[in-house]
C-alpha cells in the first residue's frame, strides 16, 4: 500500500488535500491522471446505468437540501457512529472499529431513542494499552452549515451525507416529466460528505467523497428478482472496468443484519491490501424512503399504474457505489512490478520481478499501471524518435494532433526512448507511438505514413499505418 500511495503522489493520481498546511484529515485531491481516471469511472457507469438503458434517466440535486430531507430520512435521529475517548492518550475512536481490532463485540441495546452502545469487557485503547475509555457517545456524521448570514437552529442545513435522498424527494417531478413507467430508475452522481471519527485507508474511507446512486422502482412483491438482477449487473459492470471477479466477493447480509425496511442486502467486497473492503452495497428498501418523505411533507409519493388501475408506494432497489473507492481498487488491482527487456526492439515480453532481487542482464525493473484501456487516464502517447530533428518532431505532432481530437493524449519529446516508455507504463498508458525516419519514408515508400504501436502490457511492436490508428486505438478502449 505503502508503493501505491507513493506512486499516487508521484505521477498526480492523488494528492493529500491542503499539502502545503500539513494537509487535512480525510480529504484528498486527484492530480492530473487521478481526475481523468475518475471521469472515466464516472462516464463508464453513467453510460452502462443510464444511457445505454431505456429504463433509467438521470438527477443532478444540490448539495445542501431542505433540513426536512434528512429529518424524514432518519439521518437527522440515527446516522451515527459511537464514540469512545482514551482517558490517558487522548487518543479518539470509533468504538465498533476499537473493538474488531481487538477482536471484541460492541454491545448495542435497542432503546427508545435509538441505539445504546456499551464497550465489553477487555476493551482498551490500542494506541497506549490504558483501559480508561469513556463510554461510547453516539455522533451524527453529518456536517453542519448554516443559510443566510444568522448562525442559529433555525438556519442549520447539511451537506448531503448520501445523493440517494434527492432521488426520492424529487421523485414525483421526475415521474410527471420522464415518461417512464414502474420499473424505472433515476440515478445521480455526485459529492457526499461524512464527518467520520476516523478517516483511514488512504482515500478508502475519507469525509468527502462522491457516489453513484441508483434507485430502481419497482411494484411490490417484485423486490426479490429486481435485487438479483441488479447484483448480477453491478458483479457484470466491476469486471468491464477491469476488476477481476476473482477478487471481487459478494457479501449478502443475514436476516438479522438487514435494516428493519429492506428484505434483501448484497455488499461487493473487494480484496484491497488492507484486506477485503465494501466497494457497493445493493438494497431491497422496500417503500421506506418514499413513505417517510410521504408522511413528512404531506405530499403523496404515490404511483398511478395505467394498466392495472392501482395506486401503490413503489419498493426500491438501490445500488449505491462510491467513486473514489472505485478509483482505489482500480489503482491497487493495476500496480505490478516487473522486469522489462532494457531494449525493447529485442522482442523479450516482460517477467514477474522476484522481490528482493535484481533483474537479469539485459532486463530493468518496471512498475507498470494495467488499466484495463477503457479506464486508463490516458490512451495514448506520441514520441518522435528524436527531439533534435524537426521533421521528425513535426511529423509526431501531426499524428499527436490526429489523436487528440479523439482520445486522451500525450506528447513527449523528453529523454531517450525507454525512459519515455518507463513514464508511461506508470500512468497506465495503454499506447505509445512513435515517429521514426521509417515514417518520414527513409527507409523507402512503402514504411512511409507508418507508425510503431507499442502494448503496454506485452511490449509488442508492430508497424502501423497512420491511417488506420485511431480505429486501432478505438477499438480497444470503447
Ligand atoms: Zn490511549
Same mark, same amino acid.
Given at each position: 500500500m505503502e508503493k501505491i500511495v507513493a506512486l499516487c503522489k508521484r505521477r498526480g493520481f492523488i494528492f493529500q488535500s491542503s499539502e502545503i498546511y500539513g494537509g487535512l484529515n480525510g480529504f484528498w485531491d486527484y492530480g492530473p491522471l487521478g481526475c481523468e481516471l475518475k471521469r472515466n469511472i464516472k462516464d463508464a457507469w453513467w453510460r452502462d446505468v443510464v444511457q445505454r438503458r431505456d429504463d433509467v434517466v438521470g438527477l443532478e440535486a444540490t448539495i445542501i437540501m431542505h433540513p426536512s430531507i434528512w429529518k424524514a430520512s432518519g439521518h437527522v435521529d440515527s446516522f451515527t457512529d459511537p464514540m469512545v475517548d482514551c482517558k490517558t492518550c487522548k487518543k479518539r475512536f470509533r468504538a465498533d472499529q476499537l473493538c474488531e481490532e481487538l477482536g471484541l463485540k460492541l454491545e448495542s441495546v435497542e432503546t427508545p431513542t435509538g441505539k445504546q452502545f456499551k464497550l465489553p469487557a477487555g476493551a482498551k485503547c490500542t494506541a497506549c494499552g490504558s483501559d480508561q475509555l469513556t463510554e461510547p457517545r453516539s455522533f451524527n456524521l453529518m456536517f453542519k452549515t448554516f443559510i443566510g448570514p444568522v448562525e442559529d437552529v433555525s438556519n442549520v442545513a447539511y451537506l448531503r451525507p448520501e445523493t440517494a435522498q434527492a432521488i426520492f424527494a424529487q421523485f414525483q417531478n421526475v415521474l410527471s416529466c420522464a415518461r417512464q413507467k414502474v420499473p424505472f430508475g433515476i440515478a445521480q452522481i455526485g459529492k457526499a460528505f461524512r464527518n467520520e471519527i476516523n478517516p483511514r485507508n488512504f482515500t478508502f474511507r475519507s469525509r468527502e467523497f462522491e457516489q453513484m446512486e441508483l434507485e430502481f422502482f419497482i411494484k411490490p412483491g417484485?423486490?426479490?428478482?429486481?435485487?438479483?438482477?441488479?447484483?448480477?449487473?453491478?458483479?457484470?459492470?466491476?469486471?468491464?472496468?477491469? *476488476?477481476?471477479?476473482? @477478487?471481487?466477493?459478494?457479501?449478502?447480509?443475514? $436476516? #438479522?443484519?438487514?435494516?428493519?425496511?429492506? &428484505?434483501?442486502? %448484497?455488499?461487493?467486497?473487494?480484496?484491497?491490501?488492507?484486506?477485503?473492503?465494501?466497494?457497493?452495497?445493493?438494497?431491497?428498501?422496500?417503500?421506506?424512503?418514499?413513505?417517510?418523505?410521504?408522511?413528512?411533507?404531506?405530499?403523496?409519493?404515490?404511483?398511478?399504474?395505467?394498466?392495472?388501475?392501482?395506486?401503490?408506494?413503489?419498493?426500491?432497489?438501490?445500488?449505491?457505489?462510491?467513486?473514489?473507492?472505485?478509483?482505489?481498487?482500480?489503482?491497487?488491482?493495476?500496480?505490478?512490478?516487473?522486469?522489462?527487456?532494457?531494449?525493447?526492439?529485442?522482442?523479450?515480453?516482460?517477467?514477474?520481478?522476484?522481490?528482493?532481487?535484481?533483474?537479469?542482464?539485459?532486463?530493468?525493473?518496471?512498475?507498470?499501471?494495467?488499466?484495463?484501456?477503457?479506464?486508463?487516464?490516458?490512451?495514448?502517447?506520441?514520441?518522435? *524518435?528524436?527531439?533534435? @530533428?524537426?521533421?521528425?518532431?513535426?511529423?509526431? $505532432? #501531426?499524428?499527436?494532433?490526429?489523436?487528440? &481530437?479523439?482520445? %486522451?493524449?500525450?506528447?513527449?519529446?523528453?529523454?531517450?526512448?525507454?525512459?519515455?516508455?518507463?513514464?508511461?507504463?506508470?500512468?497506465?498508458?495503454?499506447?505509445?507511438?512513435?515517429?521514426?525516419?521509417?515514417?518520414?519514408?527513409?527507409?523507402?515508400?512503402?514504411?512511409?505514413?507508418?507508425?510503431?504501436?507499442?502494448d503496454r502490457d506485452t511490449l509488442k511492436q508492430e508497424r502501423v499505418s497512420i491511417k488506420e490508428l485511431p480505429a486501432r486505438i478505438a477499438e480497444a478502449v470503447k
Open positions: 417484485t423486490d426479490a428478482q429486481w435485487h438479483e438482477y441488479w447484483v448480477k449487473e453491478r458483479m457484470k459492470w466491476y469486471e468491464s472496468i477491469g *476488476l477481476p471477479a476473482s @477478487k471481487l466477493k459478494p457479501y449478502v447480509y443475514k $436476516k #438479522e443484519e438487514l435494516a428493519h425496511y429492506a &428484505s434483501a442486502c %448484497v455488499d461487493v467486497y473487494f480484496d484491497f491490501p488492507f484486506g477485503s473492503q465494501e466497494l457497493e452495497g445493493i438494497a431491497a428498501r422496500g417503500n421506506f424512503d418514499l413513505s417517510q418523505h410521504q408522511k413528512h411533507s404531506g405530499k403523496s409519493m404515490e404511483y398511478f399504474d395505467d394498466e392495472t388501475k392501482e395506486k401503490y408506494l413503489p419498493h426500491v432497489v438501490e445500488p449505491s457505489a462510491g467513486v473514489d473507492r472505485i478509483a482505489l481498487a482500480l489503482l491497487c488491482n493495476a500496480y505490478y512490478e516487473e522486469w522489462a527487456p532494457t531494449s525493447e526492439s529485442a522482442g523479450s515480453a516482460p517477467i514477474p520481478a522476484e522481490h528482493g532481487k535484481q533483474p537479469p542482464a539485459g532486463f530493468e525493473s518496471r512498475v507498470v499501471m494495467r488499466f484495463a484501456p477503457r479506464i486508463a487516464p490516458v490512451k495514448v502517447a506520441v514520441f518522435p *524518435l528524436l527531439k533534435n @530533428k524537426p521533421a521528425l518532431v513535426e511529423k509526431a $505532432k #501531426e499524428v499527436f494532433h490526429l489523436l487528440r &481530437s479523439q482520445f %486522451v493524449s500525450f506528447y513527449d519529446e523528453a529523454g531517450n526512448i525507454g525512459r519515455r516508455y518507463r513514464r508511461q507504463d506508470e500512468a497506465g498508458t495503454p499506447f505509445c507511438v512513435t515517429i521514426d525516419f521509417d515514417t518520414l519514408g527513409e527507409k523507402g515508400p512503402e514504411m512511409k505514413d507508418t507508425v510503431t504501436l507499442r
